[in-house]
């Protein structure tokens, strides 16, 4: 976590480092630290700009729970349904489970110590509320410390009222950020005095007046704030609240602004959270504002503390506090300009989500990752408004659909089945469109294990796309109903219906990332009814195109089908680095399932080099991850067999309890530690070594479906 200058904080998931140095405050802090020593739910509460988020991100970062300190943003988020969602993901949690994401939370937190932050729920405290009470009440080890202008009101809570500046704090501040502007104030001086006490000691505020210091003296500054505050108090200065204050403060800022900076100022308010310079230049560029001018208007608008810039893992994004922000929505709402600016703003996200779907397909993978996490606030405000305007339904279907990718392949399922199932229960004038979502709601529905609605799904798409002669909605209908075979154990509807859908692709010239899974899936089937050599032949082709195109997404999938034949032929070494490249890939884009795949057969690898003793701890790893990925193994006899032998393997050489005390200690790993155990394997020195050819060690009743002996692979891309 680390604090930006104008008082909210941001956060790159569990990162308790110390913000950044922020004036006075030490009662404050030495306050807010004995709250949370005493009480597992503190709210900071103060008036919008007094200071409430850099004053907890400084508190959280002193604090040290076992399992860190996480931040939610809540500001961006505007429908209430999307708050246990945001929890989820400010969490860094991947379920890919149909459980709602409360009970994903309860699940993930139940055994874990940790200080949970949420900022900015006063618009949600309705839903914020029972969240925070039910999370308390159930999560022991858990502390909340919530950031707003109110209370939540629970039982237990403790509040600390975060106050203004005093007067030497607050000359202090100004003095600080106008050196940052290269202007040298004196702190004793008068005019500099007054204009802090005229601000009531806002920190915000006296960060709006900094921002004019380069321009302006501070007697000018002073007489020009003076003028607006007798307009608006009526004569009254002393009755003002600070809230008015600060709209004061705001306003006399708008006011000193040009009329392209006011009206970048509204317009930008259109954003949810960050945006980077280009989505700036195409949502708020022209009429009266040129495209190629929006740069220079921004820099004006940072100078003066409206914007503020940050570093992101997807590249340098610009945001604006949400009190600001508000100021400009209400500009932009008096100009009855919003529809045409929410309009752009769908616009580009749509744009952006079409290009980052065909750049999935490339060295890019990753850089998409990244650009779809951090435009998620954007993309969600983009798809609530296709799908509650009447003529937008049909692109509130093509976004949903378009992110399958983010939803299926980045840990995004449970919410990407909220949007799906929202796009395709309404009507809509496009039926490609619709197809689309339909097919990618079923594929989701797939991926966690719920067979039923995954079906219904994929024969309504199948029967329509049919209707309108859609061959391609048809061949992804086909595919993923032969994927739904794949995982419910009918290997021959798999692979009839996998063979097909694949012909349909070749024949409409499909190519990406769900083609060549479609191949994987294909091999998988083939190996589990005995054919080793055709799967390796159908995933050596899919390796092959992937390292062409830069995939490493399916590529992932495919190591795992290529280790599993190198496992059944006895090539241990060669099975570890192909699921070490698998792990790797999969676990850095947040594919839970393949994650647990490739940990799952590292641990009958393990068990076959002998050390039966690491193969049951990751036996219990895997088996910690599970519970976030749906029915262990898919309920398969197919796939569970592999983890039927390892266990027998392990168990005859530990003996049950030593056996199940290493399975018990596996599952208290979290991820990244049973991630980082797998990976950094290494067979022991004792270890038995296993000689090629096929292993016969499955125990009575366990059926492997391969053939007793298969031809040995040599040389040729397998082997590297």
């Not at 506090?321 to 009855?336: F, M, V």
């Not at 994987?520 to 195109?549: I, P």
């Not at 193994?633 to 049950?656: I, K, Q, T, V, W």
Request: charged content about 25%.
């Amino acid at each position: 976590m680390r604090a930006s200058h104008d008082g909210d904080a941001t956060a790159d998931g569990n990162l308790p480092l110390e913000p950044d140095r922020f004036v006075g405050r030490t009662a404050e802090l030495t306050e807010l630290a004995r709250a949370l020593d005493a009480s597992r739910l503190v709210t900071v509460t103060g008036p919008g700009g007094v200071g409430k988020s850099r004053l907890a991100a400084h508190a959280a970062a002193r604090s040290a729970p076992p399992d860190g300190v996480w931040r939610v943003e809540l500001a961006p988020v505007r429908d209430p349904e999307l708050v246990d969602f945001a929890v989820v993901e400010a969490l860094g949690l991947t379920d890919h489970t149909t459980r709602l994401p409360r009970e994903a939370l309860l699940a993930h937190l139940t055994e874990r110590q940790l200080l949970l932050v949420l900022d900015g729920f006063e618009h949600l405290v309705e839903v914020c509320a029972p969240l925070v009470a039910e999370l308390v009440g159930r999560v022991p080890g858990l502390r909340v410390l919530a950031v707003g202008r109110r209370p939540l009101e629970l039982a237990g809570e403790r509040v600390v009222a975060l106050a203004p500046l005093g007067q030497g704090e607050a000359t202090e501040l100004l003095a600080e950020r106008a050196a940052q502007q290269g202007v040298v104030l004196g702190e004793e001086d008068a005019d500099v005095r007054e204009l802090c006490r005229r601000l009531d000691g806002i920190p915000l505020a006296v960060e709006l007046a900094a921002g004019r210091l380069r321009a302006l003296s501070p007697g000018e500054l002073l007489a020009r704030f003076d003028d607006r505050f007798r307009l608006l108090a009526g004569g009254r200065r002393d009755a003002l609240p600070r809230h008015q204050t600060l709209r004061t403060a705001i306003g006399w800022s708008h006011e000193l602004c040009t009329p392209e900076e006011r009206l970048l100022w509204a317009r930008l308010s259109v954003f949810a959270g960050r945006f980077d310079l280009e989505a700036a230049e195409y949502v708020c560029g022209g009429d009266g504002l040129p495209s190629d001018g929006v740069l220079d208007v921004l820099s004006e608008l940072l100078a003066q503390s409206v914007v503020v810039r940050e570093e992101t893992p997807a590249g340098l994004r610009y945001r604006m506090l949400d009190t600001i922000r508000a100021y400009g929505a209400d500009w932009l709402e008096a100009t009855g300009d919003v529809a045409r600016l929410r309009r752009r703003h769908r616009d580009w996200y749509l744009g952006l989500a079409t290009w980052c779907e065909l750049d999935w397909f490339s060295p890019r993978q990753g850089e998409v990752a990244a650009r779809v996490e951090a435009e998620l606030p954007n993309l969600r405000g983009a798809l609530e408004y296709c799908l509650t305007e009447p003529d937008e339904t049909h692109l509130g279907q093509y976004l949903a659909g378009s992110l399958w990718f983010y939803w299926a392949g980045c840990g995004r399922l449970s919410e990407g089945r909220h949007w799906l199932e929202q796009a395709v229960q309404l009507d809509s004038d496009n039926d490609q469109s619709r197809l689309k979502a339909l097919w990618v709601l079923g594929y989701v529905a797939i991926l966690q294990g719920d067979t039923v609605p995954a079906l219904a799904a994929l024969q309504e798409c199948r029967e329509e796309a049919d209707q309108t002669a859609n061959h391609t909605a048809v061949a992804y209908a086909e595919h993923r109903t032969g994927c739904l075979a794949l995982v419910t154990d009918d290997m021959p509807r798999a692979e009839t219906l996998l063979r097909s859908a694949l012909d349909r692709y070749q024949q409409i010239g499909e190519l990406n990332s769900n083609v060549l899974m479609g191949q994987v899936e294909l091999a998988m089937a083939r190996a589990f009814q005995g054919d080793l050599a055709d799967a390796v032949k159908l995933c050596e082709d899919v390796r092959r195109v992937c390292e062409d195109h830069g995939e490493r997404w399916t590529r992932a999938y495919a190591l795992y089908v290529l280790a599993y034949v190198a496992w059944s032929e006895g090539e241990l070494p060669l099975a570890r680095d192909l699921l070490a490249d698998c792990l790797g890939s999969a676990h850095g884009f947040r594919d839970l399932l393949g994650s647990v795949l490739a940990v799952e057969l590292l641990a009958l690898v393990t068990a076959a080099e002998g050390d039966a003793a690491e193969a049951a701890l990751l036996q219990g790893a895997a088996g910690g991850m599970w519970p976030s990925v749906g029915l262990p193994l898919f309920g398969s006899a197919y796939y569970n067999a592999p983890h039927e032998l390892c266990e027998a393997m392990a168990r005859e050489r530990l003996g049950d309890g030593p056996y199940e005390e290493r399975v018990r200690e596996g599952a208290r790993l979290g991820r990244e530690a049973a991630v980082a155990r797998a990976l950094g394997q290494r067979r022991p020195l004792d270890a038995v070594p296993v000689p090629h050819g096929p292993v016969r060690h499955a125990p009575v009743g366990v059926d492997m479906r391969k053939p007793a002996a298969s031809p040995t692979r040599k040389g040729g891309e397998t082997a590297g």
